[in-house]
């Protein structure tokens, strides 16, 4: 695993390469152009001067000039460039168009060449040859550029660049560091924040403060993680609570009724066959209790399957299944084909919980199913029951929540169907509507979205 300090720190001297670079290159070129000029400008004098000095025999054997007037007639036709300055040495005599003639001492151990020489780090370039005159001997010619100028200008480029770098680049790391110091903060305080979590103390939302929308991503993905986990760790509490609680009561049944097979069962038969049959009825009593206790636990979005399905044909099986139950029962419903798009488990739990509550608690009477289909799917379940009170409706979604408490071993409600038909609704997103009045029964209305096929 990479730190970020390391990172930044293979940064900073990464940025440091970047700036250093261009610069050097930026110098070099500069420092190139010069030479390149005062070469030129050399060579330029150069090329005058040796065609000048081709006439020396010529003028002096004529006797047109004399020696002094050749030399500075030379110096003063030659072109006049900047920094320039030419030299001859002819039978000892110095000839200069430089206010100093000694100034020619000063390269007086340099050798001869054909080739442009140096002093010191651009501070002349200089051209020191020997042109032959024949019978009159040799010439010695010195042509010097000074860069006293140009060396100053390259100085305070050098000089101008290197401080304008050097705040850029310190300009750079304050930022970098800035930078740093707010990621890692903010990293630590979400670090923190993290690693206080518990099962007993998980709190969904994360109170960090930070300064970038990639650090805000992370928070609120922990958030949505945190949100899951606080919500399954409830559920799977509220399950443990719950099933703790209710169970409690059929088993103290069944222990009951396996102590009266201990006690007499062995003897008489047919005490024995009452109490495995009623041991038996709470056995499935507690496998569908516990069902619906681990729907009710799991995770929302869960192996949800959205499939095209005819609503009609689902509340008519689940009507044909719960006539087997209730055989007694009348249900009317008549209805043609109505698609929706939703998850078939969920939906036929849905609504088999809502007409099997319209069953037990409609007294008998005929319960009547219809459909109506406008620009949403609405179902009616409508029953002719006992009702429930308007202080009873605000608690029908609450767990273990009984209207007729007293009825409740007679029609084997654990209190929990209107809690699963809630969540279910939460789930596919429908809209459920209960209406009802005491002693004239309830009206239930499920509203779902359509899909025209």
Not at 303 to 321: A, C, K, T
Not at 398 to 413: L, Y
Not at 416 to 440: C, H
Request: charged fraction near 25%.
């Amino acid at each position: 695993m990479k730190k970020l300090a390391h990172e930044l720190h293979k940064n900073y001297k990464l940025l440091i390469v970047i700036f250093i670079l261009p610069y050097i290159t930026f110098l070099l070129f500069f420092a190139s152009y010069i030479k390149k000029v005062s070469f030129n400008d050399i060579y330029s004098v150069d090329s005058f001067l040796s065609y000048e000095l081709t006439e020396f025999k010529e003028e002096i054997t004529s006797k047109e000039k004399t020696v002094d007037q050749f030399f500075y007639e030379a110096l003063e036709e030659c072109p006049d460039v900047s920094g320039v300055n030419v030299f001859f040495r002819f039978n000892g005599k110095i000839y200069s168009d430089d206010k100093s003639p000694s100034h020619f001492y000063n390269f007086e151990n340099k050798e001869f060449s054909e080739e442009i020489q140096k002093i010191d780090f651009y501070k002349y370039h200089f051209l020191k040859k020997i042109v032959s005159a024949e019978d009159f001997g040799n010439i010695e010619v010195l042509i010097v550029k000074d860069l006293t100028d140009d060396r100053l200008l390259l100085f305070n480029v050098i000089m101008v660049s290197t401080i304008l770098i050097t705040i850029a680049f310190l300009i750079s790391i304050f930022v970098s560091k800035k930078f740093y110091d707010e990621v890692v903060t903010s990293i630590n305080n979400l670090q923190k924040i993290t690693n206080n979590i518990n099962l007993n103390n998980i709190n969904p939302q994360i109170k960090s403060k930070n300064y970038f929308i990639e650090i805000e991503k992370v928070i609120l993905s922990y958030e949505n993680m945190l949100e899951r986990l606080y919500n399954q760790t409830n559920s799977q509490m509220e399950f443990v609570n719950n099933a703790s609680h209710e169970l409690k009561t059929p088993l103290f049944i069944i222990k009951g009724y396996l102590n009266l097979i201990e006690r007499w069962g062995i003897e008489k038969k047919d005490i024995s066959l009452e109490a495995l049959a009623s041991i038996k009825e709470e056995v499935e009593n507690m496998d569908i209790l516990i069902k619906k206790l681990l729907f009710l636990a799991k995770d929302d979005n869960e192996n949800l399957e959205y499939i095209e399905l005819d609503i009609s044909e689902v509340i008519s099986n689940i009507i044909s299944e719960l006539k087997i139950a209730y055989p007694k029962q009348k249900i009317s419903f008549n209805s043609s084909e109505n698609y929706i798009n939703s998850d078939y488990f969920l939906i036929k739990q849905l609504f088999f919980n809502l007409i099997e509550n319209a069953i037990k608690y409609g007294n008998n009477n005929e319960i009547n199913v219809s459909i109506i289909n406008n620009k949403n799917l609405s179902i009616i379940i409508e029953d002719n029951g006992i009702g429930i009170s308007k202080e009873n409706l605000n608690h029908i979604y609450d767990r273990f929540f009984r209207v007729d408490k007293s009825r409740n071993r007679e029609i084997k409600s654990h209190g929990l169907g209107l809690s699963i038909v809630k969540k279910i609704t939460r789930i596919l997103k429908i809209d459920l509507n209960i209406e009802s009045e005491i002693n004239k029964g309830t009206k239930v209305t499920v509203t779902i979205p359509t899909t025209k096929i």
